[in-house]
């Protein structure tokens, strides 16, 4: 019997979706989907899965590569600690990688002491989802023990990566203008 159910009379359109109860359930359904659909992007957001507003990003990773100079100049090991990953590797000047447990031990004994480490262009970043680029130009003024005092510009190029929810910085390279290694500081013989 065509628009019956079970011969009680019940019609309807043939998919059921005409019947009150149906209409109230896909309603129902759809309004779960919604508020599933925005808490999920929500949470997201709010443990940095998903999309990043990249401007926000970058004047982030920009305020910690700000940190971590002050903090390598005052040797404050706590936030060099934290802002360097366990992986990183630095490649200075001489080309000589570094490792994080290498030169966090060199700042932590005065084997690699910053008097300066100054921004002299604007710090760049690119972001792109998880990972961020930095770039700048410097002056850098170091104690390094067995070499002296050295003053010179560098150009640095970062990786950073947000990973557990925080940015870190992974790769560094460094170069020096006008060659390496540059003339010994004024007052340092």
Same mark, same amino acid.
Do not use: C
């Given at each position: 019997? $065509? ?8 019609? !309807? ?5 005409? &019947? ?9 359904? $759809? ?10 992007? %929500?949470? *997201?957001?709010? %443990? ?35 802002? &360097? ?9 001489? !080309? ?38 930095? *770039? ?18 560098? *150009? ?8 557990? !929810?925080? *940015? ?9 203008? !006008? ?6 500081? $004024?007052?340092?013989?």
């Amino acid at each position: 019997m $065509a628009g019956t159910h079970g011969g009680r009379g019940v019609t !309807g359109r043939a998919d059921g979706v005409g &019947h009150p109860t149906q209409r109230r359930r896909l309603l129902v359904g $759809a309004g779960v989907a919604v508020v599933l659909a925005v808490g999920l992007a %929500t949470y *997201w957001q709010g %443990t940095g899965v998903g999309t990043t507003d990249p401007s926000r990003a970058a004047q982030q990773v920009e305020h910690l590569e700000r940190q971590r100079l002050v903090a390598l100049v005052d040797a404050d090991m706590d936030v060099v600690e934290r802002l &360097h990953a366990d992986d990183f590797e630095l490649v200075p000047p001489p !080309g000589v990688p570094l490792e994080r447990d290498e030169l966090i031990a060199m700042v932590a004994s005065g084997e690699l002491d910053f008097h300066e480490l100054e921004p002299r262009s604007d710090i760049e970043v690119r972001v792109a989802g998880s990972s961020a680029v930095v *770039w700048y130009r410097s002056v850098i003024e170091v104690d390094v023990v067995n070499h002296g005092r050295l003053a010179h510009d560098a *150009w640095h190029l970062f990786l950073y990566e947000k990973r557990h !929810g925080r *940015w870190q910085v992974v790769r560094e390279q460094t170069t020096a203008v !006008g060659g390496f290694p540059p003339t010994p500081a $004024a007052g340092t013989g």
